[in-house]
């Protein structure tokens, strides 16, 4: 069954960082700047695959969710391989389309990703990278962070704590709406990206 399966993913077919095919029995899940993750058929599991350029951050990942290991604000890894990881299928919204569907985004939900980062911190890990679309709102409500690849970095990030900011400064306050068109929080992440935002 591993072999038919790992015969499957192999199947899908990169020109660099774009998907240029792919069996119609994984379910595309969703890409990021590094992989692309299926979900496998008649599973709970997917597979994060890494684009070519990338393969070497597929073991650096998975050492990362081994040190992470037994922790639930992070999903269960089952396997790592050349190139990819077999992880536990997660089923929710992240906090990004909570934003653009108009989702509570509260309290609590923002101290389960607090709780998730001081545990990696405290496994010699350095958070890095967390931002909306790498925070998962799941079907029972609960909190998972994903894509902790860069969580073995040296440099200190301040994606999580200016989210933080931001949510306590401005997503709180009652006159604020609690939902936003998408083109509206592309343009803040942008304008956060060039530091043009005050935080």
């Known amino acids: 069954m591993r072999a038919t399966q790992e015969a499957l993913w192999k199947q899908v077919e990169f020109k660099g960082d774009k998907v240029v095919s792919y069996p119609s029995e994984l379910e595309w899940v969703g890409q990021g700047r590094s992989a692309v993750v299926f979900r496998i058929p008649q599973s709970d599991r997917v597979v994060k695959i890494f684009y070519p350029q990338f393969h070497a951050l597929a073991r650096i990942e998975a050492d990362v969710y081994r040190k992470l290991a037994n922790h639930d604000l992070f999903p269960e890894l089952f396997e790592a391989g050349d190139g990819y990881l077999v992880m536990e299928y997660i089923e929710g919204v992240t906090l990004y389309d909570c934003l653009v569907q108009g989702i509570p985004i509260t309290e609590e939900m ?75 929080v592309e343009l803040i992440i942008r304008l956060y990206r060039r530091r043009w935002l005050p935080i």
């Open 110 to 184: 923002i101290h389960g990703v607090d709780e998730a980062l001081d545990f990696a911190r405290r496994k010699g890990l350095n958070p890095s990278d967390t931002h909306l679309k790498n925070i998962i709102l799941t079907s029972d409500q609960n909190i998972k962070v994903i894509d902790v690849v860069r969580f073995t970095q040296e440099e200190e990030c301040p994606h999580w704590e200016d989210l933080k900011k931001a949510y306590f400064k401005y997503y709180q306050r009652s006159y604020f709406p609690k939902k936003y068109p998408k083109f509206f």
